[in-house]
Nanobody, 115 residues
């Protein structure tokens, strides 16, 4: 059993910043990669950013230059620093862990950016 606990969501004004955290616990054999995805009502969940345990990152074009993903392997924790937030960043943000062949998802945290 693997659990992912997210925190750091909330309400912020446009131009502001938030930092999301996601900590994995339980029967984790290894961490291949972790990442953040987001979803708005009526739309599919989409990539925000991913990072491998070795530190290789990937970002969606919409967040490049504004968001930074980082990982603390010792703490099984991934972070997403979100700067210069825009109203279109409003979504439920989900943490994802890939351990071996298995994906695991967190429960999601709401991020709301007001204009």
């Amino acid at each position: 059993q693997v659990q992912l606990v997210e925190s750091g969501g909330g309400l912020v004004q446009a131009g502001g910043s938030l930092r999301l955290s996601c900590t994995a616990s339980g029967s984790i054999f290894s961490i291949n990669a972790m990442g953040w995805y987001r979803q708005t009502p009526g739309k599919q969940r989409g990539l925000v950013a991913t990072i491998t345990s070795g530190g290789t990152t990937n970002y969606s074009d919409s967040v490049k230059g504004r968001f930074t993903i980082s990982i603390d392997n010792a703490k099984n924790t991934v972070y997403l620093q979100m700067n210069s937030l825009k109203p279109e960043d409003t979504a439920v943000y989900y943490c994802k862990l890939i351990s071996g062949p298995f994906p695991y998802w967190g429960q999601g945290t709401q991020v709301t950016v007001s204009s």
